[in-house]
């Protein structure tokens, strides 16, 4: 079963930044670069939506139309990490965000790390 772990959330005010990363474990049948890996967050009271996704070998990525040209999600398969740099973020990007890793049928999701955009 794959770990994912997710950390840098915070507080930040509005038009800030903030670089998230999820770090990935447990690897047994197959390495990290076997997994397409995503971003999706989770507001109070709503359904956890996608942000962003990113290939298992990094060289292409597909954004939420309300991200697109703020947020870059990028990974390092030496490492096992994946990031999402996160850039003039808005009131409406509150949320506690997840990493998902997805290989066939085999998905696994971190426990989530809260941003919180507030003036």
């Known amino acids: 079963q794959v770990h994912l772990v997710e950390s840098g959330g915070g507080v930040v005010q509005p038009g800030g930044s903030l670089r998230l990363s999820c770090a990935a474990s447990?690897?047994?049948?197959?390495?990290?670069?076997?997994?397409?890996m995503n971003w999706y967050y989770q507001a109070p009271g709503r359904e956890r939506e996608f942000v962003a996704a990113?290939?298992?070998?990094?060289?292409?990525?597909v954004y939420a139309d309300s991200v697109k040209g703020r947020f870059t999600i990028s990974r390092d398969n030496a490492k096992n990490m994946m990031y999402l740099q996160m850039n003039s973020l808005k009131l409406g990007d509150t949320s506690v965000y997840y990493c998902?890793?997805?290989?066939?049928?085999?998905?696994?999701w971190g426990q989530g790390t809260r941003v919180t955009v507030s003036s």
């Open positions: 990113i290939t298992r070998a990094g060289d292409n990525t």
């Open positions: 447990g690897f047994t049948d197959f390495t990290f670069s076997s997994y397409a």
């Open positions: 998902n890793a997805v290989r066939g049928a085999r998905e696994s």
